[in-house]
Every structure is written in structure tokens, then in C-alpha cells.
């Protein structure tokens, strides 16, 4: 492995040490608190020469580079902030857009974490990734994966399966896993935690992975180098609010080079209603998130039109989560109802002439009420994060090949003991 650009730090205890490429929290015992990477170089110094997303290699915990990667896009158009009613809202598009240059092929702004994930594991490794996903960050690495030759299991509850097609099929080294019947993505992690603690696999993490969230910062990288300052509103819908925390990291570090703005912006999160614990957790400010029944919980995911936003389990209390990146920037969490999050869809889709997912649609949604509603002043910078978006344009484009599951399981088969045995085998 190259000399490390940087180390990780603890958030709760400031201990400082070097990564292995694994390292998901720290050593010391003490109350959960997510890691960091603090890197060498201070200034924000995007490489020309570099592809897609590592152009901004500086601030990525990767030690190589892979081929095949894509990028956010960030522009500006006047139809859109004439239909928000304000003046300076910009887009940063991760997704399939041709005609803006946008190539995300699974299509969202999970092919970004995907890609650090893999770059920072030593190479040669030859261990099982394990990761659970409600759908976009099962595409992406499932796809990274096969394009890199990397051993990965993915499980998925089966809502996720329609959204897992690829313009080539995928490579034998992933398996997909999916959960039928009555279960949710919070099943799928209960399974894949289980996975990963035999021999011979290991859990990709999380929102714990330091790669992942510094990929899905480079949404607001991208942003800031196509504006040329850090925004002051940034509004983006949110499942397990990775990608806030991600963009607050990020925007923090840009704040500390000191050319594009001296403090992040204030984060705008939204939920789709009925399934919004995190909203019922902010709202009540406190730090402890809000319990909700499982069964209940289960309902209302499948309520939801933007599934993918369903994490029962997301990092909302410990250091350097939810909780904490809100508290720093006087942020809020917004809601959106599927009739909300439909018309959005529509308005932003007629406006601008690309399909939106339905998350994106909810984070869209918000800001057309809060411009509406809640007193942004009219000439603000605002930074609006479409996640995902493209997917019926690449597949006008496209034949994609619809992936397979290896094995399929129910709810009662979860937490069986021969279960992980029987996935294990796989790879075997």
C-alpha cells in the first residue's frame, strides 16, 4: 500500500491513527461516534488528469485508482429557479443525462461511494465484501464490483430487484441475495451482519466506512468547483443520512481552505411520509432516535413511494451523526407525502427533461415548500442533490440485462442457524 495522504480520527476520544483499508471504528472503548479522514493537503486541488470522481483523489481515502468511475454534475437553470421561485438554486445530477455529461450507469449517487469503497481495500484481497441495500447501493457495487473483479455478497429485500438491471451482465464473483415477502431493508442488514462475521468475509460498513462518505462528498466537491462557493442551503431526501453527513464533512473541509466560504451549508433534510423517524427525532430535538414498532415499521416502509429511504437504523445518535451535522448548521428535516413527491417528480421532469427518482422527487418536493413557505432569502445560494436520476432515459437507451438472485429467503429464514452457512456456500 502507497504512503498514506492521510489518517483516520475518532470524533469522541480525537485518537489519531493509520488506516488498514478496514478500520470502521475506534480501537478505544467509549460511546459510538463515526471516524474521519483528516487529510494532509489542506487545499481543495481537483487533478485534471484524474476520472470522474478521483479527480478530487486528494480527499479520498483510496490508495488506488480504479477505471470506470463517473461523477456528479452541477448546473444551473434559470426554468427551474423560475419555477421554485427563487434565484440561485443549482442541481448537482447523479444520475444517466447525456446531454449534461452525466454517466452514472446504475443510475445514482450510490456509484460514488461504490467506487472509495473498493479503492481504499488493499488490492489482492481476496475476502467476501458483505453489504445489506434497499436497491441503489446494491447496483453500484454490484456493478463496481464486477468491473473489478472484487468477491461481494449483497442482500436485498426483493422491492429492490427491479432496479438492479446493468447494461452487461454481471460477473460471478457478486451474488445477490434477496429477502421475500414481508421484509424491508432492515432485514436485509440483520442478515448481511450475520454474513460477514464467518471466516473468509467482512462487512463493508456503512455509513462507518470512511470511503463511503467521503465518495458521496464529492457531490458537494462538484458543486463547489462548477459554482465556485459553498452554498448556503443544501437541501437532499435522506434514508440513513449518510449522504448529509458526507456532504457536511466535505463542505467542512472546504470551509477550512478558506477560498470558497467560511462556514457549511445549513442542511435541509427531507422524509417520505408515513416512514420518518428521523424527522419525528429532530423535531422533538433529541438526541436518541424515536422507536418505532417493527411491524409498524414494516407498513409503513411499504407505504413509502420512495423505498430506498426506509433505514430503521439510521446513525442519528452517535458523534458525528445526524443529530450532530443539524445541530452544526441550524439545519431541518422536511417531509413529503407520496402526492407531494409525485407532483414534484412531474414539475421537475417537464422542466428539465430527465426522469427523477422518487427520492429525489421528495427532496425536491421539500425545497418547493420551503422556498414557498419557510423564508429563504430569494438570491440564497441553494444546492439541491438529485440522488438518482435517468433511470427511464438509460433504459430508452439501453438493454439492460436484469441481474439474478443466487438465493432467495423469508422472513422465517432470516435468523436460522444453517442461513449464513447456506449464503457462505456460495463462494465455496
Known amino acids: 500500500m502507497d504512503l498514506p495522504h492521510y489518517e483516520l480520527r475518532c470524533q469522541r476520544c480525537d485518537e489519531t491513527f493509520e488506516d488498514d483499508g478496514f478500520i470502521l471504528e475506534c480501537p478505544k ?18 487533478d485534471s488528469s484524474a476520472e470522474g470522481m478521483f479527480r478530487y483523489g486528494r480527499w479520498l481515502p483510496g490508495t488506488r485508482l480504479l477505471s470506470g468511475a463517473g461523477s456528479s454534475v452541477t448546473y444551473k437553470s434559470e426554468k427551474l429557479n423560475r419555477v421554485v421561485g427563487l434565484l440561485n438554486v443549482w442541481v448537482v445530477f447523479n444520475g444517466y443525462w447525456p446531454e449534461r455529461d452525466a454517466a452514472l450507469e446504475t443510475p445514482s449517487f450510490k ?5 472509495t469503497v473498493l479503492s481504499r481495500i488493499p488490492e489482492r484481497h481476496q475476502e467476501v465484501l458483505v453489504l445489506a441495500s434497499a436497491g441503489n447501493t446494491a447496483a453500484a457495487f454490484a456493478r463496481a ?21 446493468f447494461p452487461d451482465a454481471i460477473d460471478p464473483c457478486v ?4 429477502l421475500t415477502g414481508f421484509t424491508d431493508y432492515s432485514d436485509a442488514i440483520t442478515l448481511a451482519d450475520r454474513v460477514s462475521q464467518i471466516d473468509g468475509f467482512f462487512p463493508e460498513g456503512g455509513v462507518k466506512n470512511v470511503a463511503r462518505r467521503d465518495g458521496l ?17 443544501y437541501f437532499q431526501a435522506i434514508g440513513s443520512g449518510a449522504g448529509a453527513i458526507a456532504a457536511h464533512e466535505a463542505a467542512r473541509r472546504l470551509a477550512n481552505d478558506g ?3 467560511e462556514e457549511p451549508p445549513r442542511l435541509v433534510l427531507s422524509q417520505n411520509l408515513p416512514f420518518v423517524p428521523i424527522y419525528m427525532s429532530w423535531k422533538s430535538r433529541r438526541r436518541e432516535l424515536v422507536k418505532i414498532d417493527e411491524a409498524d415499521g414494516k407498513k409503513q416502509t411499504q407505504q413509502m413511494a420512495a423505498q430506498v429511504l426506509s433505514n430503521r437504523r439510521p446513525p442519528y445518535s452517535c458523534k458525528g451523526g445526524v443529530f450532530d451535522v443539524l445541530t452544526e448548521t441550524r439545519g431541518d428535516v422536511l417531509t413529503a407525502d407520496n402526492f407531494e413527491a ?13 426522469d427523477i427518482d422518487p427520492a429525489s422527487a421528495v427532496a425536491f418536493a421539500t425545497l418547493l415548500k420551503a422556498a414557498r413557505y419557510d423564508g ?52 465455496r
Open 217 to 233: 462528498g464529492t457531490t458537494m466537491l462538484n458543486a463547489v468547483e462548477e459554482i465556485g462557493e459553498i452554498p448556503h442551503y
Open 376 to 427: 429563504i432569502e430569494k438570491d440564497a445560494m441553494v444546492l439541491l442533490n438529485i440522488t438518482g436520476g435517468g433511470r427511464h432515459r438509460q433504459r430508452l437507451d439501453k438493454e439492460l440485462i436484469p441481474a439474478q438472485p443466487a438465493l432467495e429467503f423469508d422472513e422465517n429464514e432470516i435468523l436460522l442457524e444453517e442461513t449464513p452457512e447456506r449464503i457462505a456456500g456460495l463462494f
Open 342 to 354: 409525485l407532483h414534484a417528480k412531474r414539475l421537475f421532469e417537464e422542466t428539465e427533461g430527465i
Open 29 to 46: 472503548q467509549h460511546e459510538p461516534a463515526l471516524l474521519v479522514a483528516d487529510y494532509k493537503d489542506k487545499r481543495f486541488e481537483p
Open 111 to 115: 456509484d460514488l461511494e461504490a467506487w
Open 175 to 178: 451474488k445477490i441475495i434477496s
Open 145 to 165: 464490483c464486477s468491473l473489478n473483479g472484487v468477491p461481494c455478497l449483497i442482500v436485498v429485500p426483493e422491492a429492490a430487484l427491479p432496479n438492479l438491471g
Open 259 to 261: 477560498r470558497f466560504g
